[in-house]
């Protein structure tokens, strides 16, 4: 009896903790007018402007709920192009005129804010002098709290635009690929005789996989306070080859860690879900339940900002670079995207009657099409210098862009590109008609690793995705894509209707025809093999291998049409991104090789002089007292040779520095890197400069 009431205490107290840091619906609800209420409730549900009739009561609410949590400023909390996040706080104070102070916070303060437009990448869009920038509110995602020390700020999530209008963030083109991936969804649901209960809207749960280490190595060392990563380290002798550490016990001190985290995101209401070890040692991950695609980016990148600070509190670093270790598995944010239909349901969840089967295949071949066009954009929307250090090794999925469909769901395509599929490898018939695909499992497929386009059950999950990114980019893709695929396959059905000819045939002749011309695409197999890399190239996929050659996808006419069609981006905005996104693989080359020879210079170097030293001290010791020191003369040569690799390493990179040229820095860093990586096994733990990835990776 007494468990039972212990159990419902915990249940109630995360259910009060949860969302109480939220202007939800909730809240809204208790503090508004019922007019205002549902003006505002429906444009969170259904999108398009604010009516600003509403405004002055939803400020007043929002600052009055705000100031009973602790908060004495706001901030307009945006996502400008360099891939975090950016606020400016205001006070909500206003002199009263008798000594005191007001409380204040209107209406235009709530809708609009003007940042400093200049000071962000904008690629071109602003120039120097052209400081004039906008942030507007953006009620899909609800407003927070975001606590501190000793008080809090009311967060007010909006877009970010120049000017001109020109969109210098990354919400305010997700916005606009939901809107038309929502419009095409609509059409396809009135194909399908969908009576409307909502619009229709994706879906996106993405994990977040990182890395903990104790601060005190973090801080011993340059390169990852200044990258992110480690530019040297020695692979230790044990590390992940055990295998023992995937959902290992959790030690306490990262379970504490956890257990603050998950705390910290509910009360944001960020359905945070699970939590485990994940490959590498001192690799974990986090997972929410799904959200509408627009919150869920929103909460990755305050989750990504919460990780950092409560590891802190824990005298732990968070590492969310893609490979901060060489030599074991780097962290991926798995893209779990899916669509929900205006009859509400998931389009890419298999159903039980044959109209549900073929909303369906529909949606799936609209997938299939659009990832086949389109592999160079989604690989363009995943390219950074960190995830260039991740996909295609062992834990991430090639730079080749494929689906993975698993055999049951291959075996009914494959029928259906023969003609009318009958059955199932689960067993079971169909009849012909609209009837197309048989009743399937949730999980009717494997799990797919190695793809980095994976069907998994009712969602597709993108795994090409780095940890550090926002997932704004790759949803933006995903979304717009998509639209165009439902777009052309509505508009030959509404033509098809038009001339009185049968739905279901025309549905069958489309997808049939999309599987025919798409199929090669589709691959269930290992994407590590060399085979497949052969077998990619006889298909004709793209493989794009680094940054600068995915990002050329950018600059393609097909790109630049794509996102004028759907009113995502314009040809300026779109280019923009490219410059921006090329000036960041530059700069972040630039300082890696920097930082590089820095701590070969100053450290390591140092550190091989002084052993080498030691060496010599100790030969002329041995042998001036009468011994034979043949060990430590080849220790001296192995090492002397050693460091004159290094210093030539060392002056080959800070020729390349000099140059500006990106691919001599790469390889430059690994001509350092191999010598400076033998010595560390050489010199002895005391004269080594840099905690080892042995200790990193064990000892937290």
């Known amino acids: 009896m007494a468990k039972t009431v212990k159990s419902k205490k915990i249940v109630s107290a995360v259910e009060a903790m949860y969302g109480e840091n939220v202007f939800s619906l909730k809240v809204m609800k ?92 904008s690629g071109g869009l602003r120039a120097t002098f052209e400081a004039r920038g906008y942030t507007a509110w953006d009620p899909t995602s609800p407003a927070f709290i975001k606590e501190g020390e000793d008080g809090t700020t009311l967060c007010i999530p909006t877009i970010f635009c120049g000017y001109h209008g020109e969109a210098l963030d990354k919400k305010t083109p997700l916005l606009r690929s939901s809107a038309a991936l929502s419009k095409q969804m609509d059409r396809a649901g009135k194909l399908f005789n969908v009576k409307p209960v909502t619009k229709a809207y994706a879906t996106l749960g993405p994990e977040q996989e990182y890395f903990l280490i104790d601060k005190g190595y973090y801080e011993q060392r340059l390169d990852l306070i200044q990258t992110g990563r480690t530019l040297f380290g020695r692979k230790p002798a044990r590390h992940q080859q055990m295998e023992d550490h995937y959902f290992g016990a959790i030690r306490p001190r990262i379970l504490a860690f956890m257990e603050d985290l998950d705390q910290a995101l509910w009360k944001l209401a960020m359905p945070s879900k699970t939590r485990h070890n994940e490959v590498s040692p001192a690799q974990f991950e986090i997972a929410p339940i799904y959200e509408r695609l627009n919150v869920a980016v929103d909460h990755n990148l305050i989750c990504m900002e919460m990780m950092r600070q409560i590891a802190d509190k824990h005298g732990l670093v968070c590492l969310l670079h ?179 000819k049968d739905f279901n045939k025309s549905l069958q002749a489309i997808l049939q025809a999309i599987i025919k011309k798409h199929k090669r695409v589709i691959f269930n197999g290992d994407n590590y093999t060399e085979e497949w890399h052969q077998e990619a190239e006889r298909r004709a996929l793209p493989n794009k291998k680094t940054t600068p050659e995915a990002l050329k996808a950018y600059e393609s006419e097909k790109a630049l049409a794509l996102f004028e069609k759907y009113a995502v981006l314009s040809r300026k905005e779109l280019l923009s991104r490219y410059e921006i996104y090329m000036h960041n693989y530059k700069s972040v080359l630039s300082y890696e090789a920097e930082c590089a020879m820095t701590i070969a210079a100053t450290q390591i170097l140092p550190a091989g002089l002084e052993y080498q030293a030691n060496l010599a001290s100790t030969i002329n010791s041995v042998e001036a007292a009468g011994g034979k020191s043949k060990t430590a003369k080849d220790s001296l040569i192995k090492v002397s040779a050693l460091i004159e690799e290094l210093s030539l390493g060392i002056a080959s990179l800070e020729s390349a520095i000099e140059a500006h040229n990106t691919d001599k820095m790469k390889a430059a860093m690994l001509e350092v890197r191999k010598p400076a990586d033998e010595l560390e096994g050489l010199i002895p733990a005391d004269l080594w400069p840099l905690p080892t990835y042995a200790e990193m990776l064990f000892l937290y």
Request: glycine letters at 8%; proline letters at 6%.
């Open 30 to 121: 208790e503090c508004l007018s019922k007019k205002a209420y549902e003006s505002l409730s429906k444009t969170m549900n259904e999108g398009g402007v604010i009516d600003p009739a509403i405004a002055g009561e939803v400020a007043a609410s929002m600052r009055d709920w705000a100031v009973s949590k602790g908060a004495t400023h706001f901030c307009h909390w945006f996502q400008p192009l360099t891939g975090s996040t950016a606020e400016k706080h205001d006070s909500f104070i206003a002199p009263d005129g008798q000594g005191g102070v007001a409380m204040e916070f209107s209406a235009k303060e709530l809708i609009q804010g003007e940042p400093d437009a200049s000071s962000f990448p």
């Open 322 to 500: 893609e490979k901060p270790f060489a030599g074991v598995n780097g962290s991926g944010k798995h893209n779990n995207w899916s669509l929900v239909g205006t009859d509400g349901k998931n389009w890419l969840h298999p159903g039980a009657n044959p109209h549900e089967n073929a909303k369906f295949l529909f949606t799936l071949c609209a997938v299939i099409k659009a990832v086949d066009v389109h592999a160079d954009l989604l690989r363009a929307a995943v390219a950074s210098p960190g995830n260039d250090h991740r996909l295609g090794a062992n834990e991430a999925p090639p730079a080749i862009i494929s689906i993975f469909l698993g055999d049951q769901l291959t075996d009914i395509v494959e029928q259906l590109e023969k003609g009318e599929p009958k059955s199932a490898k689960s067993g079971g018939t169909i009849t012909l008609g609209v009837d197309v695909i048989p009743t399937l499992p949730r999980d009717a497929t494997d799990r797919n690793r190695t793809s980095p386009f994976a069907f998994t059950g009712n969602k597709f999950e993108f795994r090409a995705v780095g940890s550090n990114m926002s997932p704004a980019a790759a949803n933006v893709v995903l979304n717009t894509i998509v639209a165009e695929a439902i777009d052309e396959m509505c508009t030959q059905l509404e033509a098809d209707l038009k001339a009185k």
